[in-house]
């Protein structure tokens, strides 16, 4: 089991020692907000080949802790001075008031667009259905079975058109 580290702890070894946080959420969510200093490198891509030297300190974070958690199995292996997973992720550190920066007029990530999208219309389809026509329900039936599609497959068309609008195009 990796050890972990408050955001409170991790700050006040940050004045003094030369710490690498690794944020291993996906590009998009890193954009957006993260920690000052902090170099994204996502879940996927961190593996034996992760370029440290024995003498590194790693603090491992994501949004919440859970994936750094998923992924401790990976970070056991890896054997520099120190590997470290900074509890409760980005919601911790942001939680005791510390510095992170933010991009304001990056999208949303992808993913959550996608959400909001077809939450929002199988909520719609549901409401219209019961309120003007039966035959609504179609709308979220369709909806629902592309989510069920983009599970099983790990492809989603939404996802897919949504990375051509001109907000997203821009946040790369």
């Known amino acids: 089991m990796i050890e972990t580290i408050s955001a409170t702890a991790l700050n006040k070894r940050l004045q003094n020692e030369k710490i690498r946080i690794i944020d291993i959420r996906s590009e998009d969510e890193f954009k957006r907000e993260h920690i000052e200093g902090a170099q994204n490198i996502p879940a996927e891509h961190v593996d034996d080949e992760f370029c440290y030297t024995n003498d590194d300190i790693l603090v491992f974070s994501c949004m919440s802790g859970v994936r750094t958690q998923n992924c401790s199995a990976k970070f056991k292996r890896m054997h ?12 911790a550190w942001k939680r005791e008031g510390l510095k992170t920066k933010k991009n ?29 026509h ?18 099983v497959t790990g492809t989603c068309a939404l996802a897919k058109v949504l990375m051509y609008l001109p907000y997203n195009k821009n946040s790369k």
Request: glycine letters at 12%.
């Open 134 to 151: 039966h035959h609504f329900i179609i709308l979220s039936a369709f909806f629902g079975a592309g989510l069920l599609f983009a599970g």
């Open 104 to 132: 304001e007029k990056a999208p949303l990530p992808i993913m959550r667009q996608v959400q909001i999208i077809v939450g929002s219309i199988i909520i719609l389809g549901v409401i219209l259905s019961y309120t003007v």
């Open 80 to 91: 520099a001075k120190e590997v470290l997973i900074l509890e409760g992720g980005l919601n």
